[in-house]
């Protein structure tokens, strides 16, 4: 199985996927998902049953919350939002897994994988990480327009998705705060 820690030459260049799945990707990459879309996707591709429940969202030891809060402090402010990230990501456990696995078992069997399958988990992981990607950048615009003003942080669910340019706000976002 792959170690990244073997890997002599890392030497990262540029590629470009063929245009129907860049356009997909492009389309996908930035756009939330909403609950029953995420539940739907989870339920088709959940995670996987692995040991030490290492696919589960971690949640605040019991001890943890008990230091917190005999020092008056709310362990689940400001906290429960990188739950809720971290818990997008590991969605996408379901169906990397999925196809991690298919190429295994065909590998050991000496088959062919079905590209139809792989495709289509490849599609569900794409859209779940999208949902979780836009989930951390509505996070990162809170935390910016907190600090300019707490006022602004609701305007930080508006996702500017591709319009953005590889912008956090984008362009029209800029306009709208001037307004």
């Given amino acids: 199985m792959f ?32 609950k029953l879309s995420r539940s739907r996707l989870r339920s088709e591709w959940p995670r996987p049953a692995l040991p030490s429940n290492i696919t589960a969202t971690p ?30 990501l590991l969605d996408l456990y379901g169906p990397l897994t999925s196809i991690l696995d298919l190429a295994e078992e065909a590998r050991i069997e000496g088959t062919n994988v079905d590209p139809v399958v792989l495709s289509n988990c490849a599609q569900r992981a ?28 609701n305007l930080a669910s508006k996702e500017a998705g591709q319009e953005a340019n590889g912008l956090l706000f984008g362009d029209s976002f800029i306009k709208d705060l001037s307004n």
């Avoid at 008990?66 to 906290?79: A, E, I, W, Y």
């Avoid at 979780?132 to 600090?147: D, F, P, V």
Wanted: one cysteine or more; charged letters at 30%; proline letters at 8%.
């Fill in 3 to 34: 170690d990244p820690t073997l890997i002599h030459h890392p030497n990262s260049t540029e590629w470009s996927p063929c245009e129907h799945v860049a356009t997909y990707v492009t389309s996908k990459l930035r756009q939330p998902l909403d």
């Fill in 59 to 88: 949640s605040i030891d019991p001890n943890m919350l008990l230091f917190f809060t005999k020092f008056g402090k709310d362990p689940k402010k400001r906290v429960e939002s990188l739950d809720h990230c971290q818990d997008k």
């Fill in 126 to 153: 794409i859209c779940l990480l999208g949902n979780a990607n836009s989930a951390m950048a509505q996070k990162r615009r809170k935390r910016l327009l907190l600090k300019i003003d707490p006022k602004l942080s």
